[in-house]
């Protein structure tokens, strides 16, 4: 796919002229430095795409929800033998918290 904008504004560079206002360059500054052009700043828009297409296809094939760990709880439930651990849910939410970036964690 090519980059419809590649090459914009590279032989002529667009300077401030200004009408001599305090601080101002005035134009032949202006356009003395228009031949010093900085370098361009260039991003690799094909190779971001491809690599945000690997990380989209890597995170598709990952189940949304471990059937087995589900269907061993629901069996742990309906045999009334499931036991929550408190200290591991508070440790889970601490840990949520921080990645949310609320402020929170553990103190």
Do not use: C, H, W
Request: hydrophobic residues 40%; proline residues 7%; glycine residues 12%.
């Amino acid at each position: 796919m090519s980059n419809p904008i590649d090459g914009i504004n590279t032989a002529n560079p667009v300077a401030i002229v200004t009408t001599g206002e305090a601080g101002a360059t005035p134009a032949s500054e202006a356009t003395a430095k228009i031949g010093a052009v900085a370098p361009v700043d260039q991003a690799d828009v094909g190779g971001t795409e491809a690599l945000l297409t690997q990380i989209a296809d890597a995170a598709n094939g990952v189940p949304t929800v471990d059937e087995a760990k589900v269907s061993a709880l629901r069996q742990q439930i309906a045999a009334g033998t499931y036991q929550a651990n408190p200290q591991q849910i508070a440790e889970k939410m601490f840990q949520l918290d921080a990645g949310l970036g609320t402020g929170g964690g553990k103190p």
